[in-house]
């Protein structure tokens, strides 16, 4: 009986010494987890490229280069009006509405470009009013319009309404301009 105990415990002994050590099987599985860890990145990478292509594909498709219309919109300065909501119609008809949060209009007021509107329009004569409500000068209520007559070819059409402060009536002033 003795025997058959010493000779377990050398096996046993022997098996320790032929296994790899703790530090060994750590840094194996260290191993393991980067090239892993690697591999996911990688495939969170191609994800994002792929749901960038198909966005574009979307856009592509539902709004093809021949009949598509842009709105944006930005602000200049912004000292005399405080945005609160737009309307935009094309043709008499109403395309869009926005209600604007705080950090929404201090986006717009510190540079930012808002797509309001993007849309299939097809080419002929058509006219594009945008109605801007909000704060004006000491507190005022103000809603204010701008309307642009323009006349769509088979290229894309791009509208920019930017409100702009005027010092010399301090009052603000809004201006369309179209991008071909």
Known sequence: MKIHRYLFIAVFAVGLLSS??????????????????????NLKKEILDLNRD?????????????????????????????????QVKVNDKIVTNHLYTKQEA?????????????????SGKH??????TGQGPKGR???????????????????????VDDSGKQQPKFDVKVWE
């Open 106 to 122: 201090s986006a717009l007021f510190r540079g930012g470009v808002q797509r309001v509107y993007i849309g299939n329009l097809p």
């Open 54 to 86: 198909l966005f574009i594909l979307e856009e592509e498709l539902l709004f093809p280069a021949n009949t598509q219309f842009t709105v944006f919109l930005s602000m200049d300065t912004g000292q005399l009006f405080n945005l609160d909501s737009v």
């Open 20 to 41: 790899p050590s703790h530090a060994e099987e750590k840094s194996t599985d260290d191993k393991k987890l980067s090239a892993m860890d690697g591999r996911v990145q």
């Open 141 to 163: 209520d103000y809603r204010r319009g701008t309307t642009i007559a323009l006349e769509k070819s088979s290229t894309p059409k791009f509208v920019e309404l930017k409100i």
């Open 127 to 132: 006219e594009v009013v945008a109605f801007f």
